[in-house]
């Protein structure tokens, strides 16, 4: 981890000794030179940021971490398709705030329960609702300090990754609190979705792993009640 104990009012957007390591932490950034850094950067980068109040993260996502993650979205995709939900993924799309100088890009985000509240010619993203479920990955760096940004936000659930395994975190009462079940998808447990992440991580073909839960899916909805 990096800091710098003073302002930093410019980052050269191209400094590879700071955009090319896996985890980046910066105080004392100013408003202006996170929204400048972003607008430098572009939005066709790896590169995900996250501001509060000051404080700048920079991560670039590995390997692994993108196999998680892009996992774990078929997966939610593929829940809602066969719940008959609707759906709106909005990727690493950038969330900030000049109000409350917050800004984070999620590793993946979704509009589910308010998919249809949702604009998608609007080019930014909603600024009265936050997305319902959000993905972060954490393999080089930890997303904790992140989660204060989604708590400011309002986002109701998190699926939180790391190497000790995957959480299932709810917002209650202004804090994160890790539960068993999902509250968007009641069928699915932290524990479940680890096994199929774990069995991710070590398969070739996540069609087959996909293919799977949809059976698995479709032989719940069959099951008649006792």
Same mark, same amino acid.
């Given at each position: 981890?990096?800091?710098?104990?003073?302002?930093?009012?410019?980052? /050269? /957007?191209?400094?590879?000794?700071?955009?090319?390591?896996?985890?980046?932490?910066?105080?004392?950034?100013?408003?202006?030179?996170?929204?400048?850094?972003?607008?430098?950067?572009?939005?066709?980068?790896?590169?995900?940021?996250?501001?509060?109040?000051?404080?700048?993260?920079?991560?670039?996502?590995?390997?692994? &971490?993108?196999? $998680?993650?892009?996992?774990?979205?078929? $997966?939610?995709?593929?829940?809602?398709?066969?719940?008959?939900?609707?759906?709106?993924?909005?990727?690493?799309?950038?969330?900030?705030?000049?109000?409350?100088?917050?800004?984070?890009? !999620?590793?993946?985000?979704?509009?589910?329960?308010?998919?249809?509240?949702?604009?998608?010619?609007? /080019?930014? /993203?909603?600024?009265?609702? !936050?997305?319902?479920?959000?993905?972060?990955?954490? $393999?080089?760096?930890?997303?904790?300090?992140?989660?204060?940004?989604?708590?400011?936000?309002?986002?109701?659930?998190?699926?939180?990754?790391?190497?000790?395994?995957?959480?299932?975190?709810?917002? &209650?009462?202004?804090?994160?609190?890790?539960?068993?079940?999902?509250?968007?998808?009641?069928?699915?447990?932290?524990?479940?979705?680890?096994?199929?992440?774990?069995?991710?991580?070590?398969?070739?073909? &996540?069609?087959?792993? $996909?293919?799977?839960?949809?059976?698995?899916?479709?032989?719940?909805?069959?099951?008649? !009640?006792?």
């Amino acid at each position: 981890m990096v800091s710098s104990a003073q302002t930093i009012n410019h980052i /050269p /957007p191209n400094d590879g000794g700071v955009l090319q390591l896996p985890f980046v932490v910066l105080h004392n950034v100013t408003w202006q030179t996170y929204q400048a850094l972003l607008a430098d950067m572009g939005e066709h980068r790896s590169a995900r940021l996250a501001y509060d109040r000051g404080t700048l993260e920079i991560k670039m996502p590995s390997k692994l &971490h993108e196999l $998680i993650n892009r996992l774990l979205e078929r $997966i939610i995709t593929t829940l809602t398709e066969e719940l008959g939900m609707n759906v709106l993924s909005l990727g690493s799309t950038t969330f900030d705030s000049e109000e409350v100088e917050q800004g984070v890009e !999620p590793d993946s985000c979704f509009y589910i329960q308010n998919a249809e509240r949702v604009n998608p010619e609007d /080019p930014v /993203p909603p600024k009265d609702f !936050p997305p319902d479920l959000v993905v972060e990955v954490d $393999i080089t760096s930890s997303s904790r300090s992140r989660l204060n940004i989604y708590k400011s936000m309002g986002v109701p659930e998190i699926w939180r990754y790391n190497r000790q395994g995957l959480a299932i975190l709810q917002l &209650h009462q202004r804090e994160y609190v890790e539960c068993k079940y999902s509250s968007i998808f009641a069928l699915l447990s932290a524990e479940s979705l680890e096994n199929l992440l774990e069995r991710g991580k070590q398969s070739n073909n &996540h069609n087959s792993l $996909i293919n799977e839960l949809r059976m698995w899916l479709r032989n719940q909805n069959n099951r008649t !009640p006792q």
